[in-house]
Structure formats: C-alpha cells, structure tokens
C-alpha cells in the first residue's frame, strides 16, 4: 500500500479502522467483567419477570368485585411472599396479602396497595383503587430465549445486573489487547530519579498506559529508548512478539534525531504521515513486523490528542463496539465558546477548553497556555475545540467539541 501524506483526520481514522485487530475470545467471571466487551450476542436463559407477580406490597383482589363501590370489605385468605411458593387462590369477596415480588394467586388479577387497606380480624377494608398495572407480568421485560445483548457490548453496573437477571454466572469478552509504548528521546529521564539540567522527566508514557486501559488495553511500558536506531529496533521487534499493537513516543517529525520516522521509512511499512490536525500533526502508522505501530509526536499535549483522534477509534473497531457504546475517552458535543478561539491553516484545530454544564447549556472557556508541550493545559482543561481548518471562532459561537468525561 503506497504512503498517504498529509492526510484529513477522517481519512486518517478511516485507514486506521481497517488495520483493527482480530481479537481472541475469553470467558469470564461476572464479577470481573466491568469495562469489557462482550464477544458473542447473549441470549436470555429465562423470562423476566419468571413469573406475573406484585409490583407492590398489598393485597391480591378480583378487579370485579370493585365495580360498584370503591370501599369493599373482602376476606383474607392468606398471604403470598417473595420466594413463596403456591399462595391461595382468590375467589369472588376474597384477597390475599401480597408482598412486592410475590407470584400472584390463582383467580387474583389486580392489586391494592397496602396504604389504601385495613384489617379487622379476618377480613380486610378496601379504600383504594384494584390496578391491574400493579401487576408485572412474566415475560413482559425479556423473554426467555432472546437476544438481549448484541457483541460489542460495553459491560456496566446495569449490564452486569442484567446479564445475572439473564441467569449467566461467566461471560464470553474479547481478550485485552495488549499494547507496548515505547518513548524515545536522548533527554528523558524517568521520574524519580536524578536528573541534569538538559534532561526531562519521561512523562508520555504514562499518561498512554492510563489511556490504553481506559480504553479497555493492557498496556506494556519498555523502557524509554535514546535516539539511536539499533536500540530502537531491539525494543520495536521486542515489542512486536508480544503485543497486538505499538504506540511510540517522539521522533515522528522532521529533525536530525526523529529515528522513528527514519526506521519506519527504512524499514517499516508506512500507511500515512502527517495528519491534518493542530496540534499533533506529525503522526505516522503502519506496521512494524506485521504489528501495527502508531508513532506518536513526543509533545505531552499532541501524544495525548493523536491517541484520542485516532487510537480511541483503532480500538472501538476491534472490539467492534456499536456507535454509541464505550470504550471511549469522551464525546462531541455542541458547546458555546465564551472566549474567541483562532482556527488553524488547513488543519482541524483542537484548542483545549473547559465545559461547564450550567443553567445555559454547555459552555466553554480557555485558561492556560496552548502550546502543545504543555500537559498542564490537558489536566486545566476538560474538552477540546474541534475547530474545521481555517475557521476561527468568535465569542458567543456554537462550535463542536469533544468533552473529556
Ligand atoms: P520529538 O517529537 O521527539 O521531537 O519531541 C518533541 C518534544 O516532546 C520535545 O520537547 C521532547 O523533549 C518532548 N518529549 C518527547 N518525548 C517525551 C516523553 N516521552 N515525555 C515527555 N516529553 C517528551
Ligand atoms: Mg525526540
């Protein structure tokens, strides 16, 4: 596949999504399920309800016996409980008392609530309404043998509860994939130790580790490498055996010491260079031995924005994950910007803002310096501009964001 240069982001993801990764499928514990994605549709084992029963604590009546007057004395014939089995039936002038997710008595086909009610010895005084709707019957939410949950499901509480309500004690999910990033640079020095004045504290690759896990990833951390193409290879073909996929930081740009791009063009397989976005222009993908390789910039604020605009999407696609669905790192949305924000010449512009959710909709404003080596702008920061090449906008504008929640 000949190199695409300078490429639109939508192109850029695009490519991307074709190299998504064939994951393998595991079985697990319920309970250790949250985050991950569901590999096979799953199908209801039972109905939901199991059975028709109570919506609320009250009495089991005939709705017929209501139909003259609305205070009823009726007799009590017994009581049904949550877990009880076989309650007594409920003929004409009965009812029997009824506690919320108990099965319904045979003949009984409305419920009063206990509020609306009064016993005096063995019978019962009626001064509320019978409802049928007090009723839920079975089957009336899931239905024993029906797809409930299509592949790709993203597992939350909710989920988790549904899948036991479907009777599964094990799921099967999509294997994490796992991912190896690798920082390089002559200047970095990891944090926690000594470090001299022309060094910097190696910060991009945690701050990828944590994003590869919020996505759903096992992330591998080597060793940061120097500017030296012998070391570099050793880590890339270390990190091709064992992994699924490799983010690298730095050296993608123009200069003397950029070896990931030198590598990469030697003897890589590149699909693109570049794309057009501000910040984090300089990205490369392709394969490294057969592994798929994202080259990120070493800027923090680029390595953090490139991995949002097309990682995010390299794995949504291999856990095959439905439009709407996480793993994802946020979303877009429409925003009022209250400063005037500039735009970028030809490239889609992503100017760090902060949303507020407040009484007017959603608002944003900027606070820090923009420039792209500076982290501290992501952490002051909760969403970007997702600005189209050469517009600026002005204050007052609804524009389209990305929110980071
Ligand atoms: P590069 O893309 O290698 O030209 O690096 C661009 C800028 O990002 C330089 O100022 C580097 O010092 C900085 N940088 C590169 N890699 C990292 C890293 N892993 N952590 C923090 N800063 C980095
Ligand atoms: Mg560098």
Known sequence: MPMERGITLERAISLVQKEKKELSIETILLDDSHGRILAEPLVSKVNDPRFDNSAMDGWAVRKEDFLESKSINLSIVGISKAGGSSPPSVNSGEACKIMTGAPIPRGANAIVMVEDSEIHGNKVIISGPARENYIRLKGENISEGEVILSKGHFMDAPSISLVATMGYDCIPVFCKPIIGIISTGDELIPPGFEINNWQIYESNSFGIADLVRKMGGTPIRYPAVVDSLDILRKSLDEAAKNCDLIITSGGVSMGDFDIVRKIMELEGEINFWRIKMRPGGPPIFGKWRKTPIFGLPGNPV????????????????????????????????????????????????????????????????????????????????????????????????????????
């Open 302 to 405: 680029s390595s953090h924005l490139v991995f949002l605009m097309i990682i995010c999407p390299w794995f949504r696609a291999s856990f095959q994950a439905d439009e709407d669905s996480k793993p994802r790192l946020g979303r877009k949305v429409s925003v009022k910007i209250l400063d005037s924000v500039k735009g970028a010449v030809g490239k889609t512009c992503l100017r760090r803002i902060r949303i507020v959710n407040g009484e007017k909709g959603l608002t944003a404003t900027t606070h820090t310096h923009q420039g792209s080596g500076n982290i501290h702008s992501m952490v002051a920061h909760n969403g970007v501009t997702l600005l189209p090449p050469n517009y600026d906008a002005n204050a007052g504008e609804i524009i389209e964001a990305f929110w980071l929640n």
